[in-house]
T-cell receptor, first 114, second 113 residues
């Protein structure tokens, strides 16, 4: 059983560009959450998708947007990239949006903005 | 809003010695508590979680944690560490209900041979 997969693994962009990161959840999971992990910090919640809708959002600007597809896979889009957007972006999937459910994390996409 | 404090950013410990990684959270409302481990260049893996019931929770790889509601703490312990336990450890909390996970800044455990 494949776990959570993310692509690409690494990405280099320049300021002002746009980026799309992709996530495939663990089999049977219908909820996807995205996190940003800056160097030396813990993950910070960006948003959560369930039933193809954004259900919850953390304290991130509108430059961060997402989408969930009918097969439960998800994309994270970041527009007008800033140097401060350089981070590891983690996708996590779970069986439901309940806070009691274990979130299973992918290996992440490391984004470098120059 | 919830916040999580991991009191030690780095913990060096000799192999086969016991270790405790400390975690405190801000709110005393009903919470779910989690410990995750992150090995270099990998995502996070769940070690254990507390949802309700017994305050002593056992997890994978010989780790356990104790929920203390009065002290709003959820410290992680292992009686004898191995070199392979060298990693970053994150404590996380969510309020009961569908609230997102809030993570601490992490504790880097370094096991010395």
């Amino acid at each position: 059983d494949a776990g959570v997969t993310q692509s690409p693994t690494h990405l280099i962009k320049t300021r002002g560009q746009q980026v799309t990161l992709r996530c495939s959840p663990k089999s049977g999971h219908d909820t996807v959450s995205w996190y940003q992990q800056a160097l030396g910090q813990g993950p910070q919640f960006i948003f959560q998708y369930y039933e193809e809708e954004e259900r919850q959002r953390g304290n991130f600007p509108d430059r961060f947007s997402g989408h969930q597809f009918p097969n439960y896979s998800s994309e994270l889009n970041v527009n007008a990239l800033l140097l401060g957007d350089s981070a590891l972006y983690l996708c996590a999937s779970s069986l439901s949006p309940s806070g009691a459910e274990t979130q299973y994390f992918g290996p992440g996409t490391r984004l470098l903005v120059l | 809003a919830q916040s999580v404090t991991q009191l030690d950013s780095q913990v060096p410990v000799f192999e086969e010695a016991p270790v405790e990684l400390r975690c405190n959270y801000s709110s005393s409302v009903s919470v779910y508590l989690f410990w995750y481990v992150q090995y270099p260049n990998q995502g996070l893996q769940l070690l254990l979680k507390y949802l309700s019931g017994s305050t002593l929770v056992k997890g994978i790889n010989g780790f356990e944690a104790e929920f203390n509601k009065s002290q709003t703490s959820f410290h992680l312990r292992k009686p004898s560490v191995h070199i392979s336990d060298t990693a970053e450890y994150f404590c996380a909390v969510s309020d009961k209900g569908n609230t997102p996970l809030v993570f601490g800044k992490g504790t880097r455990l370094s096991v010395i041979a």
